[in-house]
Nanobody
Framework: QVQLVESGGGLVQAGGSLRLSCAAS????????MGWFRQALGKEREFVQA????????YYADSVKGRFTISRDNAKNTLYLQMNSLKPEDTAVYYC???????????????????WGQGTQVTVSS
């Protein structure tokens, strides 16, 4: 079992930055591939970024490429999402998620992910 808790969301103006964190507890954090997803009001949850267990592989949605950066610190059991050049369309609840994997293959399919956090709201004003 893995427990995930996101933090760092808030209100920011367009063009600004935020850094989200996801603290993991429970089973060995480094055994899991991790991802960030987001869900805007009235829309389906969508993939943002994913990272392999050791950070060796990352995968980005086209909508955030060049603006968002995913990273992890296995010593601190923490996943990060650095978000720069934020746009109003980035407004959503952001979720971190995990599934067990020690390979370099990572997934953008939310059905693959076993554990989810409760989400943190990010609001970008124009």
């Amino acid at each position: 079992q893995v427990q995930l808790v996101e933090s760092g969301g808030g209100l920011v103006q367009a063009g600004g930055s935020l850094r989200l964190s996801c603290a993991a507890s429970g089973r060995t954090f480094s055994s899991y591939a991790m991802g960030w997803f987001r869900q805007a009001l009235g829309k389906e949850r969508e993939f943002v970024q994913a990272i392999s267990w050791n950070g060796g592989t990352t995968y980005y949605a086209d909508s955030v490429k060049g603006r968002f950066t995913i990273s992890r610190d296995n010593a601190k059991n923490t996943l990060y999402l650095q978000m720069n050049s934020l746009k109003p369309e980035d407004t959503a609840v952001y979720y971190c998620a995990a599934y067990q994997s020690t390979g370099q293959q990572i997934s953008d399919d939310k059905r693959k992910y076993t554990y989810w956090g409760q989400g943190t709201q990010v609001t970008v004003s124009s």
